[in-house]
């Protein structure tokens, strides 16, 4: 995986390219709320919070969140665009938080986990963070659960290429189970569209996904070329939606 550098990449386009309308985020939100506490409040960690996409929500939710992102550009947009009395962010990585140990009752990883650069620190230091028994809620991909999304079968490779980004699940689990860790859930979480296809081609031209730093431009241009073609014959259409994994992880007491 080429390894992407926020802080000269994508950070100006990130928000509007993986924008969420608001019936997506709730139904976000909902599967969360099913694998946490019913107690209220609770404070929680948002670990690669980008540009803020998920941090608001999480705190309007649940109680106040610790927004902990690399990406001084990121965290810029998100002090600036992604605000909430009971949010901070924080410079960090899952690997290095600064945070005190057991301040946590959950953190959540949305599509962050296949940047972390030394998993098994980012294990360890997830487990330093978080109460006792409270959970990790792990949004990833895995390459033998791959979501498939519709867009992907106009690329060269493209479903080749962007279930080599991520680990298979069993990796995944095995990684935090070795380091005493336990599975709590795993299930999949249908969004509803994210509007019509042609709504979907503009935020993809924007390029904002992990998946279009490792092609070629050739097959960028011949991907993108194939996928206008395939959304010119109705654009108004549905973007069709997928099923997309959530691994829920319980930090031993």
Not at 144 to 158: A, I, N, Q, S, V
Request: net charge negative; glycine share 8%; aromatic share 10%.
């Amino acid at each position: 995986m080429r390894r992407i550098d926020y802080d000269t990449e994508q950070y100006q386009d990130y928000a509007r390219g993986r924008a969420l309308a608001e019936q997506q985020l709730q139904v976000w939100i909902s599967a969360f709320g099913a694998v946490l506490p019913e107690r209220r409040p609770l404070a929680g960690l948002d670990v690669g919070s980008g540009t803020g996409r998920f941090t608001p929500a999480l705190a309007r939710a649940f109680g106040p969140v610790t927004g902990v992102e690399p990406s001084v550009r990121m965290r810029e947009i998100a002090q600036a665009e992604s605000l909430h009395p009971g949010v901070r962010y924080l410079a960090g990585s899952a690997e290095d938080m600064p945070v005190p140990s057991g301040s946590a009752d959950y953190a959540l990883m949305f599509l962050s986990w296949h940047h972390v650069q030394d998993k098994p620190r980012a294990v360890r230091e997830l487990a330093r963070v978080l109460r006792p028994g409270v959970r990790l809620l792990l949004r990833a991909n895995f390459s033998d659960h791959h979501p498939r999304p519709w867009w992907l079968e106009h690329f060269p490779r493209g479903f080749e290429v962007d279930a080599s980004l991520f680990q298979p699940l069993h990796e995944v689990i095995a990684m935090f189970t070795s380091d005493g860790w336990r599975v709590a859930s795993f299930a999949t979480v249908t969004e509803s569209s994210s509007g019509t296809c042609g709504d979907m081609l503009e935020r993809l031209r924007l390029r904002t996904l992990s998946f279009f730093a490792q092609l070629s431009p050739d097959e960028l241009e011949a991907g993108f070329r194939r996928l206008e073609q395939a959304v010119a014959a109705d654009p108004g259409a549905p973007a069709p939606v997928f099923s997309e994994p959530l691994l829920t992880l319980e930090r031993s007491s």
